[in-house]
């Protein structure tokens, strides 16, 4: 593979950051309260149970159509949506890119906003809906106008969906659902909620799992209280669904199939994710080396211990590995197709988030007592990116998808009537 950065895309590339330049910073400038030491503060709605704040969201949006009509937001949507069909190689390097720069409202580490738009949700869309959903939803929420929620999670289930207690029955011409689901994100602010929900089969099966566009507006649909999270603001609210009924066109997809959609907006958040830790990593790794070279102990400049040396070494050794696993993932993923590479997905998930972790909480070490403080960016990246250890998938679900690409479990498993 020819690792370097195409021509067309560095051009991309440049002109972004000066787009992010001229744009953004100005914009970012006039409300430092949510990006210096108050960001937390500032951007929680403390009196509405932890939400992204209205002035914060505002500011995101209007981030978002700067981003849009400069022609970048919808860079890696399909044409049809205004997009340019950005292939899932060049996003990664666009996220890694964005992320490198060092947090800021081109990439504020809230609702995955963004100057180039992660929109996964818009992909499953396009892939799945039909030409009513489309016309309902799917515009409406690539032009910023609408938010559309998650809805898979549940209080007893997470990375073990197929397990998934939420149920619909069918009534007619009708779907009733009954269940609950956990951080259920942005369900708060969203006019729909994509719901997973078992129509038939087994626990423990895909097969038979249906995914449903459910208004939250919805009589039954009701959201109890909002999980306040390590890093604030928190848009993961608890939703239960008590008898909510829906149309049959409510179903997204084909009926008891309904985890296709998931895998497929997994696949895309696992890689883009992966993209965005390994940014933030090298972001560390940078301010690190650079302070480490200013700073003086013990009349010697911190570069010159060993014991600082070896930990930066350690840590880009790794984040060029990560590199290498991320280019290529993203780079299979456009020849074989969005669900394709899931082992590698996973391990560069796995790897990069964890990553992201390290390199944040060893800037936050290199620095010393300002590193442990609010007034450096360190121990927001920590409490962001920790995150993505749990979300998507726990990186136990990865090292278990991992080992499935290289076992037959089923070979192992004990013969009916045997003790195993």
């Known amino acids: 593979m020819d690792w370097s950065t195409p021509a067309p895309l560095q051009d991309l590339l440049d002109r972004l950051d000066a787009f992010i330049d001229a744009e953004i ?72 890119h964005l992320l490198a720069r060092g947090p800021g409202l081109h990439f504020p580490h809230n609702d995955e906003a963004s100057v180039v738009g992660n929109l996964p949700l818009a ?26 929620a998650f809805g898979l999670t549940e209080p007893g289930h997470g990375s073990d969906a197929t397990f998934l207690e939420t149920t619909a029955r069918r009534d007619g011409d009708d779907w009733i659902i009954q269940g609950a689901k956990r951080f259920n994100s942005l369900s708060h602010a969203a006019e729909v909620d994509v719901v997973f929900a078992r129509t038939s089969g087994q626990d423990g099966k895909a097969q038979g799992i249906t995914a449903f566009l459910v208004p939250t507006a919805s009589e039954g649909f009701e959201i109890p209280f909002n999980w306040w999270t390590f890093n604030m603001p928190s848009d993961h609210p608890e939703v239960h669904l008590n008898s909510v009924r829906v149309p049959n ?17 997994v696949h895309e958040n696992r890689t883009r994710q992966a993209a965005s830790s390994l940014g933030a990593a090298q972001f560390c790794i940078d301010a690190s080396v650079a302070y480490a070279q200013e700073r003086t102990v013990f009349r010697k400049q911190l570069h010159e211990h060993q014991g600082v040396q070896w930990q930066l070494v350690d840590l880009n050794t790794e984040a060029e590995m990560v590199r290498s696993l991320l280019y290529r993932t993203a780079a299979l ?18 790897r990069s988030n964890q990553l992201a972790c390290n390199a944040a909480d060893r800037a936050i070490q290199i620095h010393g007592g300002t590193g442990y403080t609010r007034h450096l960016p360190f121990e927001h990246l920590y409490r962001h990116h920790r995150r993505y250890r749990i979300t998507e998938g726990a990186d136990e679900l990865q090292k278990r998808r991992i080992a499935s690409s290289m076992f037959d479990f089923r070979s192992s498993a004990p013969a009916p009537g045997t003790r195993g």
Not at 47 to 74: C, H, I, K, N, S
Request: proline content about 5%.
């Open 25 to 96: 910073a100005p914009l970012e400038q006039e409300h430092p309260q949510f990006f210096d030491h108050r960001r937390e503060y500032a951007r929680t709605d403390w009196d509405r149970d932890g939400v992204p704040a209205r002035e914060w969201t505002e500011l995101l949006g209007e981030m978002r159509r700067r981003a849009d009509a400069a022609g970048f937001y919808r860079y890696g949507l399909p044409a049809a949506l205004g997009g340019q069909d950005g292939s899932n190689a060049d996003m990664a390097r666009i996220r890694e």
């Open 123 to 148: 992909l499953v869309l396009h892939e799945y809906g039909t030409p009513e959903q489309k016309d309902a939803y799917l515009h409406r929420y690539v032009d910023g106008e609408i938010e559309i």
């Open 333 to 350: 993923m456009d020849e074989g197709g969005k669900t394709s590479a899931s082992p590698l997905v996973s391990m560069v998930n796995l």
């Open 249 to 265: 066109a409510a179903i997204l997809g084909e009926e008891s199939r309904g985890l296709d959609l998931a895998q497929l907006f």
